[in-house]
């Protein structure tokens, strides 16, 4: 038999020890901020998380207004979040977009506040094309776009310029054989030199003040933009968008004449014509002397003979005019032409008095009706018109007088005054 006294003492014993326990236990607990930033020290110490390559798909890429970029690299089975700074994605040649595979380098880290782990992208390559190859599409594909490339742009080259700009390196062979081809086309042509580095860092800076300078100073009618030959590492200067730009924007007309026939630039596109190679743009924007003298020996010669040539049709024609019926009877012309006239007068004065006849006829017949209706006609048969003395009224009925009312009868000859003695009208 249990007494209640001995059951209460015995949970109170139980509850005891269940506390002490739990708050052993409740000791340990951690916050959610704790565990996120314990895990990233641990992702942080990993020597192989902290700079490492990952190769896979760029997906839900965007680059925010910030300048960071945001996507998402994936392979066949897993995803993995990226972050790429702009301090570290401003070095980038080309732009990333979805689809494209890359090769990023960074390191791994925790987000604390969403306790997702994702790579902070430091460099990125692409993952089979070259970056600049990549660039170069890129910056072609926007430029063509927005009609940087459209023939209507595209300036005419003068004939035969006065003053010929050439932007290229001071030194080495491009400068030289411009100037050998301009001396041996054209001894006296004025070419104007403005030196610039044409590959490394700075050069596409250097390119597009030294189109703005001359644009400025307005001293040459052409441009010759030159460089020889390179990879495509050597010639990117000619491809960055700074250069396009100076060039679409210049007033002067320019020739492209960057690196071997077959090197294209975006600088080939932009410009007014592109020449294949430095020396070709040399012979495009000069004619040659000599040729431009024998073709002046030509057209004046064949001024000459078309002249003599014309002259002497000239005076042929004039022996056939000296020799024509108006030279030798001049005043026959005349004497045809008065006897035409006189024809034409008695005509006309025949044709006046058939008219003035039919007229005539027409006004006797008029004055004939004009006179069968005449009042005075009337009267002259033996009829009289009777008026009243007073007020001139026409009386036309005998009512209209009255016993001894003064009236006047008008007659062919004459009037009468008379008085109504009596008025009678008719049974």
Avoid at 29 to 51: A, C, F, G, W
Avoid at 211 to 217: A, D, G, M, Q, V
């Amino acid at each position: 038999m249990i007494k209640t006294g001995s059951k209460n003492n015995n949970l109170n014993v139980i509850g005891e020890e269940m506390k002490e326990t739990l708050t052993g236990i409740f000791d340990n607990v951690l916050t959610v901020t704790s565990v996120n930033r314990y895990i990233k020290e641990i992702i942080s110490r990993d020597m192989i998380l902290s700079n490492l390559w990952i190769r896979g798909e760029i997906s839900n890429f965007k680059h925010h207004s910030s300048g960071h970029m945001y996507f998402t690299l994936k392979d066949e089975n897993s995803v993995i979040r990226c972050v790429m700074f702009r301090t570290h994605n401003s070095h980038l040649k080309f732009m990333p977009e979805n689809g494209m595979k890359v090769i990023v380098r960074g390191y791994v880290s925790l987000y604390e506040r969403d306790g997702q782990y994702q790579l902070y992208a430091e460099e990125m390559i692409n993952d089979g094309v070259g970056n600049l190859h990549i660039a170069f599409e890129q910056l072609k594909k926007k430029l063509a776009e927005e009609g940087l490339f459209d023939s209507r742009y595209k300036k005419p080259i003068p004939f035969m310029p006065g003053s010929i700009g050439v932007v290229t390196s001071s030194t080495g062979s491009v400068i030289r054989d411009i100037i050998n081809i301009l001396d041996r086309r054209f001894y006296n042509a004025c070419i104007k030199i403005f030196p610039v580095r044409v590959q490394g860092q700075g050069a596409a800076e250097e390119i597009s003040r030294a189109i703005y300078t001359l644009n400025r100073l307005n001293c040459v009618d052409v441009i010759i933009i030159a460089r020889g030959g390179g990879s495509l590492e050597e010639l990117w200067p000619f491809n960055e968008e700074i250069v396009a730009r100076s060039i679409f924007n210049s007033k002067i007309p320019i020739i492209s004449a960057v690196g071997h026939e077959t090197d294209y630039t975006i600088c080939d596109f932009v410009a007014d014509l592109r020449a294949p190679t430095p020396s070709a743009a040399a012979e495009i924007v000069m004619p040659e002397k000599q040729q431009l003298i024998n073709r002046v020996i030509e057209l004046d010669i064949r001024l000459r003979n078309a002249i003599l040539r014309n002259i002497k049709i000239k005076r042929q024609k004039l022996d056939e005019l000296k020799n024509s019926a108006v030279f030798r009877q001049p005043y026959d012309r005349i004497y045809q032409e008065r006897m035409k006239l006189d024809v034409l007068y008695k005509d006309l004065k025949k044709a006046f008095l058939v008219k003035q006849e039919r007229a005539r006829l027409k006004l006797q017949f008029l004055i004939g009706k004009l006179d069968a209706l005449s009042p005075l006609t009337i009267l002259a048969r033996g009829y009289s018109i009777v008026k009243s003395a007073d007020d001139q009224r026409i009386i036309k009925s005998v009512t209209d007088v009255a016993e001894g009312e003064q009236i006047k009868v008008n007659l062919a000859d004459g009037n009468l005054e008379c008085t109504v003695n009596k008025v009678k009208g008719r049974n």
